[in-house]
């Protein structure tokens, strides 16, 4: 009877904690600002995000290469950081901050693409910058 009330006791704690999590993820993605989409573009030659700034990637994304983020124009901002995205399908955390140079440039380097076992192409750039959040569809291959 002592061994049945241990294996109780476990799954009620682990009941327990699970509820906790959920309470804790569901508060979290409420939290999150939504993302405004923006028009498909080259993300090679340059995005422009609502209020100008011009988001590049360089060399163009590609899977399982690194690349580098560079985002212009933003000279009033305070934090920028990237995540990447495809729809209907969690991608993990893969948040990059980007950094500010001297010439007011953000920039992150050797950035990967998480990886799709779907083999699907069709991702999003997630741009945060001071918390407005842009999405930038692009294809990588």
Known sequence: MNGQRKW??????????AAVK????HWWTQRQPA???????????GCTLPGGAVLRFA???ALQKPFDIVLDG???AREV???FSMRDMDMGFNR?????????????????????????HDFSA?????GRVYSVPFSAY
Not at 8 to 17: D, N
Not at 35 to 45: G, K, N, P, R
Request: aromatic fraction near 4%; hydrophobic fraction near 60%.
């Open 126 to 130: 997630d741009v945060a910058v001071d």
């Open 59 to 61: 060399p163009a994304a």
């Open 22 to 25: 959920l309470a804790a993820l």
């Open 81 to 83: 950081s990237v995540s």
């Open 96 to 120: 990059y901050d980007l950094r500010r140079d001297a010439a007011g440039r953000w920039s992150a380097a050797a950035v990967r693409l998480p990886l799709c076992t779907e083999a699907r």
């Open 74 to 76: 933003a000279d009033g």
């Open 8 to 17: 109780i006791t476990a799954a009620v704690l682990l009941l327990a904690f």
């Open 35 to 45: 993302a405004v989409e923006v028009a498909a573009c080259d993300i090679a030659t």
